[in-house]
């Protein structure tokens, strides 16, 4: 092992020690060590990180900045250490967030998904997948979140489930509405029927009593939407967008009930688990319904004096 990757391995390990996974940052640092030992350079410096970052032509500008981010975040560390190394400059490459555009789920399309789950076969899958679709859209779970809960993570009994490695390994609790905690009491029941002697301690199972893939629900759920029509060449629902739907479903029903959004955003982001109530905010554009509602409420109580 280089002594580059041994700076790298070390990094790492200090950033995941805060809480940080880095799945992704893990695998580019360790190309990026890989390209600097292959130049056979002593050191790391902006040219070579510039260069390793725009390698891979189909990522783009935004591809090649996150890419560029990843090396700076890492420089900015090896240089207290190794003071030769270099920082590259930040806006190299002409990179814009973007946010994908959310599919907003109505109740008709979540009933319709949750259909053609229960056609799946074998039998096993369509019981996890019509299960872990209910949950995600009845709560706002993350589907990492859901595909990584154990048994002991859900208490039907009390209707409460215990989420212990979210986002920056947070933990949080996340009470049911009765029904689905009635829905899940059947999916467990059917679960532990069709697959006797299971090979994970998963809540949710595959066909083969596997811990889930979230990239196989991700398959499942595009094979579904397909065949119900919502699936177009300009309109990709995504498994993430359930999440964004239940946010958007409850932000509607404060609007229509007058209930005073500024006083009850931070109990929502704390149910869905977001770092800031600012991430919960970002919801509140999301939707023309939801906005035409707050327009309404703002003509209601400053309208009259026009």
Wanted: net charge positive; charged share 20%; proline share 5%.
């Amino acid at each position: 092992m280089s002594t580059l990757n041994t700076h790298v391995d070390d990094y790492l390990g200090l950033r995941r020690a805060l809480g940080f996974k880095l799945e992704r940052e893990g695998q580019w640092l360790a190309e990026l060590a890989a390209h600097v030992d292959a130049a056979g350079a002593g050191t790391l410096t902006s040219e070579l990180a510039i260069a390793w970052a725009g390698q891979r032509a189909s990522a783009g500008p935004n591809g090649w900045a996150k890419r560029l981010g990843v090396a700076r975040k890492f420089a900015t560390h090896l240089q207290t250490i190794l003071p030769a190394t270099e920082v590259p400059p930040p806006g190299v490459f002409p990179a814009r967030r973007h946010r994908p555009t959310p599919y907003l789920w109505s109740q008709q399309d979540i009933g319709g998904l949750l259909e053609g789950a229960r056609a799946l076969r074998p039998p096993l899958r369509a019981a996890t997948h019509e299960a872990i679709f209910g949950l995600l859209a009845a709560s706002g779970m993350r589907i990492g979140e859901a595909v990584g809960l154990q048994r002991n993570d859900v208490d039907l009994g009390a209707g409460v489930i215990t989420i212990r490695h979210a986002k920056f390994d947070r933990s949080r609790l996340v009470p049911l509405h009765a029904t689905v905690t009635e829905a899940l009491q059947r999916y467990a029941t059917d679960r532990d029927r069709l697959c006797v002697k299971p090979r994970s301690e998963a809540f949710f199972v595959s066909s083969v009593g596997t811990e889930l893939n979230r990239s196989g629900v991700g398959k499942t759920l595009r094979l579904i939407t397909t065949a119900m029509g919502i699936r177009t060449e300009t309109v990709h629902p995504r498994v993430h967008d359930l999440r964004h739907s239940f946010a958007v479903r409850t932000l509607i029903e404060w609007q229509r009930c007058g209930v005073n959004i500024n006083e009850r955003i931070s109990v929502l982001s704390t149910y869905l688990g977001h770092v800031s109530p600012a991430d919960t905010y970002w919801y509140l554009s999301a939707s023309p319904e939801l906005m035409a509602l707050a327009a309404e409420r703002l003509d209601a109580r400053f309208g009259a004096g026009r």
